[in-house]
C-alpha cells in the first residue's frame, strides 16, 4: 500500500542548496576570524620584536656613556643604531641632578622616520669621583 495514500509521504533525503549555502558561509566567517587573529598576533610578535631591538640600542647607549666620560657631559646628542635589519634613532640627554655628583642619562629610541618612541631608558651617572 502506497504512503501517499494516508497522506503520508517520504521525504527526500540528502543536503537542500540552502542548507549547503548556509554551512558555505559559517565556514567562510570563521575561516575570516581565524585569518584576523592570524594577523593581530603577526602584527603583535613583530611589534615585540622592533621593542627588544630598541631596548638592546638604548642599552648599549647607556653603556656607551658610561664607558666614556666625553659624552657625559651635560647636553642632548642624537645618534642611530641599527639592530638585525632596523635602523633606530637615538635621543639621548644628559642632564643635572641635585646632586653635583650624579648626571641623569636618558636615551629615547625611534623607529627611523616615525615619531613614536619604542623604547626609554633612565640611567644616573656618577661623576667626580
Do not use: W
Not at 73 to 85: K, N, P, V
Request: glycine share 4%; charged share 20%; aromatic share 6%.
Amino acid at each position: 500500500m502506497p504512503l501517499q495514500r494516508f497522506g503520508l509521504s517520504r521525504r527526500p533525503s540528502g543536503v537542500t542548496l540552502v542548507e549547503v549555502l548556509v554551512a558555505l558561509v559559517i565556514s567562510a566567517v570563521a575561516l575570516m576570524a581565524a585569518t584576523k587573529l592570524f594577523q593581530t598576533t603577526t602584527d603583535s610578535l613583530f611589534q615585540a620584536q622592533l621593542r627588544s631591538l630598541a631596548l638592546v640600542c638604548a642599552d648599549n647607549e647607556v653603556l656607551r656613556v658610561r664607558l666614556d666620560a666625553g659624552r657625559q657631559q651635560l647636553g642632548r646628542t642624537e645618534s642611530s643604531c641599527a639592530q638585525l635589519d632596523q635602523t633606530f634613532d637615538l635621543d639621548t640627554q644628559v642632564l643635572n641632578t641635585p646632586h653635583q655628583n650624579f648626571r641623569r642619562l636618558e636615551v629615547r629610541v625611534t623607529q627611523q622616520g616615525r615619531p613614536a618612541v619604542l623604547a626609554e631608558r633612565v640611567a644616573f651617572l656618577a661623576v667626580g669621583f
